[in-house]
């Protein structure tokens, strides 16, 4: 039951991220919102999440995940609440960070909380497999549910739901998560909140990087803050007593090449370029992209539940996950046959397989590096899980996705793009499907050369 209440409450917290873009144009239109605050809205709930990802694993490992998880479940049932009744633009940015914030702090507890209730063995891989069908679950119901909801009601509905599911999450909690046990983890706090701050600004210097016209201000701004930020948490990490931001936990041999895995899935990632070719190549709304999109996220479910068992049960853990990794770089390479021309069934296609063998992989490889947190450590090594996962993201927009947002104007909408510009759009998804197969070899390389050492220097230990 464990697995599902934690499962449950992490699917209630993506209402945010999969809902907004459509949530944003009847809010700004009725709020008057002027363009500096849509954009900002856009990237808040992120930005918030960023900031607070190592603080949501420090406080996992110290005061427990329950209590976590219902300060999280607040937070975000009151963002919610602020949005739905926001009269001016800082309400709306509140409301919406609050709501990321919460959302962050929920997903990376439940991690930890799902390594330290599932016992070692088949339990475990089914505890992370059904856990792996939340994303693309709710990735497929809540972006259309959402847009046909707005169709029939007020913008303002939609956070209202917001936070009944928030109210809805702590109830779980309450209900199904058993009384934490006696936090374990010592150390200050400045560590963790400087990390977020170094992670956040630097992942929004690489988002303004990979814009056509990037703001050097922003630019400038945000590679200062982290730069500062970083420095000042090495400096209290150096100094403190107990850090509360510790790299102990990674210590493990396998713990870092997992999290570069990890981070490597991320930047590889390329539905969200799929889906600019389906707006662009054949005049789709958000919602119509979204439905011709629905095979990939069946297929990442199945790949999450079926495809990553099964690999398990044929490979073992750590084979499987880089075999599948390597499988979704050769995957990317049907992105070569793209042209303008190119039918929607072959799009979704190749979006659909990158799914299934993509979520099947990061599946495996959330198992492998939680199996190896250390006790009391689960909610760090979750949050640096997090951590890599957001990083890779965020230079896949620098590595993939500047050729494909250059080639076309996002702003002036798909009439206004030329033929010329379609070709140069296929041409850079055509660039992307052999870089993103030349990075996951690379990735694949790396898992498995510190693999065999880690085999290897097992076998001298046993012997000796």
């Not at 947002?405 to 104007?409: A, D, P, T």
């Given at each position: 039951m464990t697995t599902y209440g934690v499962s449950v409450m992490v699917g209630l917290t993506l209402l945010v991220?999969?809902?907004?873009?459509?949530?944003?144009?009847?809010?700004?239109?009725?709020?008057?919102?002027?363009?500096?605050?849509?954009?900002?809205?856009?990237?808040?709930?992120?930005?918030?999440?960023?900031?607070?990802?190592?603080?949501?694993?420090?406080?996992?490992?110290?005061f427990g995940e329950r209590k976590t998880i219902i300060a999280a479940g607040v937070v975000f049932t009151l963002g919610a609440g602020?949005?739905?009744?926001?009269?001016?633009?800082?309400?709306?940015?509140?409301?919406?960070?609050?709501?990321?914030?919460?959302?962050?702090?929920?997903?990376?507890?439940?991690?930890?909380?799902?390594?330290?209730?599932?016992?070692?063995?088949?339990?475990?891989?089914?505890?992370?497999?059904?856990?792996?069908?939340?994303?693309?679950?709710?990735?497929?119901?809540?972006?259309?549910?959402?847009s046909l909801l707005l169709g029939l009601v007020n913008w303002r509905w939609i956070p209202v739901i917001w936070s009944v599911c928030g109210v809805v999450v702590v109830v779980i909690s309450l209900l199904l998560l058993n009384r934490d046990r006696q936090g374990t983890a010592e150390g200050e706090w400045a560590s963790p909140i400087l990390a977020g701050i170094a992670l956040a600004t630097g992942s929004r210097m690489l988002q303004e990087i990979s814009r056509d016209q990037g703001n050097p201000i922003i630019i400038g701004m945000t590679a200062t803050f982290c730069a500062v930020a970083t420095v000042a948490c090495v400096l209290v990490m150096k100094r403190a007593k107990h850090p509360g931001l510790s790299v102990r936990p990674l210590g493990g041999a396998m713990v870092r090449p997992l999290l570069f895995g990890i981070a490597i899935l991320s930047l590889i990632q390329i539905l969200t370029y799929i889906s600019i070719a389906l707006k662009y190549f054949y005049d789709m709304t958000p919602l119509e992209a979204s439905l011709a999109i629905a095979p990939a996220q069946v297929g990442a479910i199945f790949g999450a539940k079926v495809v990553a068992s099964r690999a398990i049960q044929a490979w073992g853990i750590s084979r499987s996950g880089r075999s599948l990794l390597l499988l979704t770089g050769l995957v990317m390479l049907l992105l070569v046959f793209v042209q303008a021309g190119t039918p929607v069934w072959y799009l979704v296609l190749v979006a659909t397989a990158f799914s299934l063998t993509g979520m099947a992989a990061l599946t495996v490889m959330n198992l492998d590096i939680m199996g190896r947190a250390p006790e009391g450590a689960a909610g760090i090594v979750s949050s640096f899980r997090t951590a890599a996962s957001s990083l890779g993201a965020a230079m896949s927009m620098v590595v993939l996705g500047v050729a494909v947002?250059?080639?076309?104007?996002l702003a002036g909408g798909s009439n206004n793009v030329s033929e010329t510009q379609l070709e140069e759009l296929a041409a850079a998804l055509r660039v992307d499907g052999v870089i993103g197969c030349v990075i996951a070899a690379v990735g694949w390389a790396v898992l498995y050369v510190t693999g065999r050492r880690d085999r290897a220097d097992h076998t001298v230990g046993a012997s000796a």
């Open positions: 991220v999969t809902g907004l873009t459509f949530l944003i144009d009847p809010m700004a239109q009725d709020l008057q919102l002027p363009n500096t605050t849509v954009e900002l809205a856009l990237v808040a709930p992120s930005i918030a999440a960023l900031l607070v990802v190592f603080v949501a694993g420090r406080a996992g490992d110290r602020v949005l739905a009744s926001a009269s001016f633009d800082p309400a709306v940015i509140v409301g919406l960070a609050m709501c990321g914030a919460g959302s962050v702090v929920v997903q990376v507890v439940a991690l930890s909380l799902l390594k330290r209730t599932t016992p070692d063995g088949k339990a475990r891989v089914q505890a992370f497999t059904t856990f792996g069908m939340v994303f693309p679950v709710a990735f497929l119901v809540f972006p259309i549910g959402t947002l250059s080639s076309v104007s």
